[in-house]
């Protein structure tokens, strides 16, 4: 046994990592055996802490120390980063999650799961619920099971967005990039909108960057030090990262490029480690989900009829309508006076082309950046484009403040930037710019090694300038976040209507924080008419409403999903006595009638709701059916 170097400290990044690669092994196991309870959840992390016990002489070690006198610095870079880093930790304690997606269908079908004590394929029309990545939903369930409240699933999140400063600083440097370079971006970086806003959310997008730099930097760390751990360490990060979702499996290229350059040095002790974590990163990556969508549909993605529509037809298409989303959402100011429609701006040929195309293109800006939508942000690009333009005009010059290209790193620049374009060829979601968080970094850097720049150049004012507004244009956001507002909007809303401001625009804020406010239960209103002990209550839904709430108070009843196929005997024999229905499902999905409805499982209406689940909607009617 060999004593871990004087002033070292535990690798929290690393128990991190192996804590997240136990969780999802351990769903997996505990479903395939039928014990996804609180017996099985004990007995699997307690095996978990035993043997962190067992081998804590062996865990890996780093250098923590060195993380806290950096935030100590009296420099207001790490001071405006851990301002923001409070006020996301702030709204995450104050609020329930209201992430419309977890809503819909990551938080639902940890429900189903702990329910059925397994995972297991779920009968919906609500797709995601089945051939998404579970990368999030494994960290989620043991909290859940364990607990029985969704409070605590922002520190998921939260947790992995500590790490991401060092991580930029490790990852940057060992790129070549100069080390006062690094450090400015280390601070910057982080305080893009994607990651800030998703600090304390349950979104899923933002918390994989971090598996992906940690895959990264664990290689570099191959290089420098003598430990087989990193090697193994990288695999099970690459392969988490590829867990948590199927859009980041891109990535996986530039991890290989750093992997071929590494190869001499883990030809040596790196390789027995790095082949033994392969069984367990196969275990935890996205293949598992892949195999199941492949058993259950025909298809490794789950939708081979592109039912979602995420596929685009043409590459170029894909590229354009990308690029156009990535423009509206990071070249506008955060906030803005009122919401824009940018599609009619496009000239006609090229907009019949990505409608065709490109289906769920979105080019609505709204009054600020939301979660849902937030990329890096306007500032960033600025700094990075910044970058550019002097580095150009250093190399033109022959400046001095030139440095050296490291051409390794444009090796991995450039996978990157195709991993970027393999993307945006195939992917054609509405939220482009969140989806590619774990990209960014990557980006980011290929711009720094592209144009690289000596350290000085970060002290002169317009650098610095820029980059502390870039840093402080994400307060307001993190203040003014519809899902956890950190001030009073009620007053604010009379102090707006006593200032005479118009009335569209009192009526547009009230409309907004009071649909966020409601969103975690906004459903629940539902199952007021229901008797409080029905076990098994139906649901006929469009596949995009906010399910999780109608499990409220958990544990005392299941929801299972019905549609207008099923025969009156089909529903009663599943133990339904009460569907709770949504218009527009019945208009738009399967084009039929309430009355229809009614007749045919001999139903009558106890209670009839307008809800408003998405503020850009409106209300939306609701039926209590009994039958």
């Known amino acids: 046994m060999t004593c871990a170097r004087k002033g070292a400290s535990l690798d929290w990044l690393a128990l991190w990592i192996l804590f997240s690669a136990w969780s999802s092994l351990s769903g997996w196991c505990l479903s395939g055996l039928g014990y996804l309870n609180p017996a099985g959840i004990i007995f699997s992390y307690s095996l978990f802490l035993a043997a962190l016990i067992v081998f804590r002489s062996r865990l890996p070690r780093g250098s923590g120390r060195a993380g806290w006198r950096m935030l100590r610095s009296r420099r ?4 405006i980063w851990l301002l923001l880093t409070v006020l996301a930790l702030i709204g995450g304690i104050a609020y329930s999650p209201a992430n419309y997606d977890y809503l819909t269908y990551r938080f639902s079908r ?48 939260f947790i992995s967005y500590l790490f991401m400063p060092g991580l930029v600083f490790s990852v940057f440097s060992h790129l070549g990039i100069g080390k006062r370079i690094s450090w400015w971006w280390m601070w910057i970086l982080p305080c893009g909108y994607c990651y800030i806003l ?30 087989v751990k990193n090697p193994a360490l990288s695999c099970l990060a690459i392969a988490l990262m590829t867990g948590a979702k199927a859009s980041n499996l891109p990535l996986v290229l530039p991890w290989l490029v750093v992997v071929f350059l590494k190869r001499r040095n883990l ?3 790196g390789a027995p480690a790095m082949i033994a974590a392969i069984p367990v990163a196969v275990a935890i990556s996205f293949l598992p989900m892949a195999l199941l969508n492949i058993h259950y549909t025909g298809d490794y993605t789950g939708d081979p009829h592109n039912a979602s529509r995420m596929r685009v037809s043409d590459p170029l298409s894909g590229v354009v309508g990308n690029s156009l989303q990535l423009a509206k959402d990071n070249l506008l100011p955060p906030l803005m006076p009122r919401p824009i429609d940018w599609t009619p701006f496009l000239p006609a040929p090229l907009k019949a082309r990505l409608l065709r195309d490109f289906p769920p293109l ?33 190399r033109v010059a022959g400046s001095s403040l030139v440095a050296v290209r490291n051409n390794p790193a444009l090796a991995v620049a450039g996978a990157g930037l195709v991993a970027g374009l393999v993307y945006m060829s195939k992917m054609g979601s509405e939220a482009t710019s969140r989806l590619l968080a774990a990209y960014y970094p990557l980006l980011i850097a290929g711009v720094l090694v592209t144009f690289p720049l000596d350290g000085r150049m970060v002290h002169r004012r317009l650098f610095r300038w820029l980059g502390m507004i870039a840093m402080l244009s994400a307060v307001p956001l993190v203040i003014l976040c519809p899902a956890r507002p950190l001030f009073p909007t009620q007053v604010v809303s ?36 229901i008797p409080a002990g029905e076990r098994v209550v139906g649901f006929l839904q469009t596949g995009n409403d906010a399910e999780a709430s109608l499990w409220l108070p958990f544990g005392t009843r299941k929801i299972v999903e019905v549609t207008p196929e099923d025969s009156r005997e089909d529903v009663k024999a599943r133990g339904i006595r009460f569907v709770l229905v949504s218009q527009n499902a019945l208009t738009y999905h399967y084009h039929t009638t309430i009355s229809f409805l009614l ?17 850009n909607l409106g209300p939306e009617t609701w039926y209590v059916i009994s039958l």
Not at 506 to 524: H, I, T
């Open 76 to 79: 207001m870079a790490p001071r």
């Open 110 to 157: 940890v429900l189903y799961w702990s329910w059925d004590q397994g995972w297991s394929w779920i009968p919906t029309i609500n797709h995601r619920m089945n051939y998404s990545g579970t990368g999030f939903e494994w960290l989620m369930a043991p909290l859940f099971i364990l607990f029985k409240t969704d409070r605590l699933f922002f520190l998921i999140n």
């Open 198 to 227: 998703q600090a304390a959310s349950a979104g899923n997008d933002s918390f994989a960057a971090v598996y992906f730099l940690a895959s990264l930097h664990y290689l570099f760390r191959v290089k420098t030090s003598s430990s």
């Open 267 to 269: 030809w040596g002790k």
């Open 362 to 394: 979105n080019l609505n800006s709204g009054e600020l950046q939301i979660e849902e939508h937030a990329g890096p942000g306007l500032g960033i690009v600025l700094l990075a484009g910044l970058f550019i333009v002097m580095g150009i005009r250093a």
């Open 494 to 529: 009379s102090l707006m209507t006593t200032s005479h401001v118009p009335d569209a625009i009192v009526a547009r804020y009230d409309r907004v924080y009071s649909v966020y406010a409601k969103r975690s239960d906004v459903l629940r209103e539902l199952i007021a008419p």
């Open 599 to 615: 007749a045919k499982w001999s139903g009558t209406v106890v209670a009839e709701k307008s809800i408003i689940e998405m503020a």
